[in-house]
């Protein structure tokens, strides 16, 4: 077994515990102090492997890892007749830093192998410090910071620095925003002196624990080594990603709300002109000018066309044109539909992020 080492001593803290001897860091050991200078620097800066939402898409050397559209309804609530078209509002695109990040590191970690001690190259460093440090992070590690999350207010356990807001609008007014997160500070803070990796003095070949600023220095390929091995990559879709690895979403789900639709039965007196044609039974008196074709049962009179006024009474079949005044009940359906008050989900979208 070989890997990244440390001085072995007594207790937590080297300033006042026995040194015993050289010992290989345990990857539960580089996910503390380790990981807590490395995440750190990481969410300082905004670069390689940092998360961003724009409304203006993806901006340079950042690629678009998804998109969520806030869409609304053409019309406002209670207009009818609407064919319920919508449009898009805003398209908010998440993207991931996807250039190069320059290797920074002003000191080489040292290693055990299995015959002496010995700088370790730049793969052992990816694979023996760095990946344990990218396992702790989107593990949620309480040592570690840099991870993102959705959600409407702030997660609890360390800081967390608002990266902007996604905004979900209605037609009425409505509105919902949630917001893109980044832990910036870790929820325990380890001891200064717990668990640092070890360096050779170009001096005088001595060896000596790196300091916070040497550790800090491997940001660089730490951002790198998020790129080229893919845990730690973000990813914006309905459900978690199948092309590989596992996924876990991040925060609460982005959901676009749309007014409803809806087609409503119409009962109540009518009271009005009435233009049109009418074909039944008519019973009742009617008092004014007719002028067409009559045709039906009449005491006294056979014939098959009259053309003048008529008042009185008439009982029969009436077929032909009308046009008069109607006041009375009516059953039926609007023609169209009505957009209406209350919501449902158009599409969703979640954050997730690649953990293996």
């Known amino acids: 077994m070989a890997g990244a080492v440390r001085i072995k001593h007594s207790g937590t803290d080297i300033t006042s515990d026995v040194i015993q001897g050289l010992q290989e860091l345990t990857a539960a050991e580089l996910k503390v102090r380790t990981a807590e200078i490395i995440t750190t620097e990481f969410a300082g800066t905004t670069g390689v492997a940092s998360l961003r939402v724009d409304t203006t898409g993806a901006p340079t050397n950042f690629t678009s890892v998804g998109t969520f559209v806030d869409t609304d309804r053409d019309d406002s609530v209670g207009t009818h007749p609407t064919d319920g078209a919508t449009t898009a509002v805003n398209t908010y695109t998440f993207s991931q830093g996807s250039s190069t990040a320059s290797d920074g590191k002003t000191a080489i970690p040292l290693r055990f192998t299995s015959e002496e001690l010995e700088q370790a190259s730049d793969a052992e460093i990816d694979s023996d410090i760095l990946d344990h440090v990218i396992a702790g992070m989107v593990a949620q590690g309480a040592n570690t ?185 009516f059953t039926g359906y609007y023609d169209g539909v009505t957009i209406i008050s209350t919501s449902s989900t158009a599409t969703s979208k979640k954050l997730f992020l690649r953990i293996a």
């Open 145 to 329: 910071c840099g991870q993102y999350y959705i959600a409407a207010s702030a997660p609890s356990g360390g800081t967390w620095t608002d990266r902007g807001s996604i905004v979900d609008t209605q037609v009425d007014g409505t509105s919902a925003t949630k917001k893109l997160w980044q832990k910036t500070a870790v929820t325990t803070v380890p001891n200064d002196n717990q668990f640092r990796t070890l360096t050779k003095m170009a001096d005088d070949n001595s060896v000596q624990e790196m300091t916070e600023a040497e550790v800090a220095s491997l940001e660089g390929r730490f951002r790198n080594r998020i790129m080229s091995n893919n845990i730690g990559k973000y990813e914006v879709s309905t459900a978690a990603p199948t092309s590989g690895g596992t996924w876990q979403q991040q925060g609460e789900t982005l959901t676009d709300q749309v007014k409803d639709t809806a087609t409503y039965a119409y009962a109540g007196t009518y009271t009005g002109s009435y233009t049109g044609y009418y074909d039944g039974s008519y019973s009742g008196t009617f008092d004014g000018t007719y002028n067409g074709t009559y045709a039906a049962n009449y005491s006294g009179f056979a014939g098959t066309s009259y053309t003048g006024s008529y008042t009185g009474s008439y009982t029969g079949s009436y077929t032909g044109s009308y046009a008069g005044s109607f006041s009375g009940d």
